[in-house]
């Protein structure tokens, strides 16, 4: 069992940044491969970046890539979203989610799963 809790959320304007932090408790963090998804107000999930155990493979969403970076420390368990130029449009709710297998962009194939924090960004 891997207990995930984000944080980071909040409201920013239009261009900031803000960094989205997943910590995790439970089995061994380091043999999971990690991911950020989210989910807007009457959209599908959708997926935005992972990561491998070790943090040599990333992945991205072709609408995030070049503005958003994944990142873990295992020392601190913890996997990080660095958001940039941040639009209306990424506005949602962000959840990161645990995998014992591969750093892949389905969130079927995550085991694990936080409760989210909301990312709201105004125009």
């Known amino acids: 069992q891997v207990q995930l809790v984000e944080s980071g959320g909040g409201l920013v304007q239009a261009g900031g940044s803000l960094r989205l932090s997943c910590a995790a408790a439970?089995?061994?963090?380091?043999?999971?491969?990690m991911a950020w998804f989210r989910r807007a107000p009457g959209k599908e999930r959708e997926f935005l970046a992972s990561?491998?155990?070790?943090?040599?493979?990333?992945y991205y969403a072709d609408s995030v890539k070049g503005r958003f970076t994944i990142s873990r420390d295992n020392a601190r368990n913890t996997v990080y979203l660095q958001m940039n130029s941040l639009k209306p449009e990424d506005t949602a709710v962000y959840y990161c989610?645990?995998?014992?297998?591969?750093?892949?962009?389905?969130?079927?194939?995550?085991?694990?799963w936080g409760q989210g924090t909301q990312v709201t960004v105004s125009s």
């Open positions: 990561i491998s155990w070790s943090g040599g493979d990333t």
């Open positions: 439970g089995r061994t963090f380091s043999a999971y491969a």
């Open positions: 989610a645990a995998n014992r297998g591969a750093a892949t962009r389905y969130g079927y194939q995550y085991d694990y």
